[in-house]
């Protein structure tokens, strides 16, 4: 059965510096997702990404974020300059109906230092 | 603004009793959809059922049950006879149907322990 695959497992970064969590959604998929969740809490919703441009965003999505499809199969998020409460394991997700469950990746574990 | 309430934080059960999670949400939108999704030990994310504001019939699918009731806005889950496997927290999560590919709000997460 086809999954979303997230790059990688477990990335340990130094504070300030710039990350890049790499996923590949489901192929025939045409909605992408990034969510966050701090250790112990809930899952939050980052950003939604729909025919190349964010659909949707929430307030923890700020400037120092950013997401990209650079290649057609990769979806990317990029943390410019990382703070220690960036510290969360990162979900990927893809549906190909935006009303279709949305189908998560196994994580990215990020951790600042 | 949407919002998704389980009440539940951890809940602990001898193998083989049934336990009822539960899911309290608020939406202002006609049109929305529900999920659960268990998170193992090992940390994914994995889909278990979907349903649209528009179909109040519950499902089963083996050991598992969901109760849809708008009245309440309440949509429980529940686990039969339950396994050591079953072990995971379970997210409840809400998203707008007015919206395509609009963002999943979850709830807070019920730790569920199956004791042997």
């Known amino acids: 059965e086809p999954e979303v695959t997230q790059t990688p497992s477990h990335q340990v970064t130094q504070m300030g510096q710039e990350v890049i969590l790499r996923c590949v959604p489901i192929?025939?998929?045409?909605?992408f997702y990034w969510y966050r969740q701090i250790l112990g809490q809930k899952v939050e919703f980052l950003v939604s990404f729909y025919n190349n441009e964010i659909s949707e965003k929430s307030e923890i999505f700020d400037d120092q974020f950013s997401v990209e499809r650079p290649d057609g199969s990769n979806f990317t998020l990029k943390i410019r300059s990382t703070k220690l409460e960036d510290s969360a394991m990162y979900f990927c997700?893809?549906?190909?109906?935006?009303?279709?469950?949305?189908?998560f990746g196994d994580g990215t574990r990020l951790s600042i230092l | 603004a949407q919002k998704v309430t389980q009440a539940q934080t951890e809940i602990s059960v001898v193998e083989k009793e049934d336990v009822t999670l539960d899911c309290v949400y608020e939406?202002?939108?006609?049109?929305?959809?529900l999920f659960w999704y268990k998170q193992p030990p090992s940390g994914e994310l994995v889909f278990l059922i979907r349903r649209n504001s528009f179909d109040e019939q519950n499902e089963i699918s083996g050991r598992y049950s969901w109760n849809f009731q708008k009245s309440t806005s309440s949509f429980n889950f529940t686990i039969t006879a339950s396994q050591v496997v079953d072990s995971a927290v379970y997210f409840c999560a809400l998203s707008d149907g007015e919206t395509s590919g609009s963002r999943l709000t979850f709830g807070e997460g019920t730790q569920l322990t199956v004791n042997p």
């Open positions: 997700a893809s549906t190909r109906d935006g009303n279709q469950p949305q189908h």
């Open positions: 192929s025939n998929h045409l909605y």
């Open positions: 939406t202002r939108d006609t049109t929305y959809y």
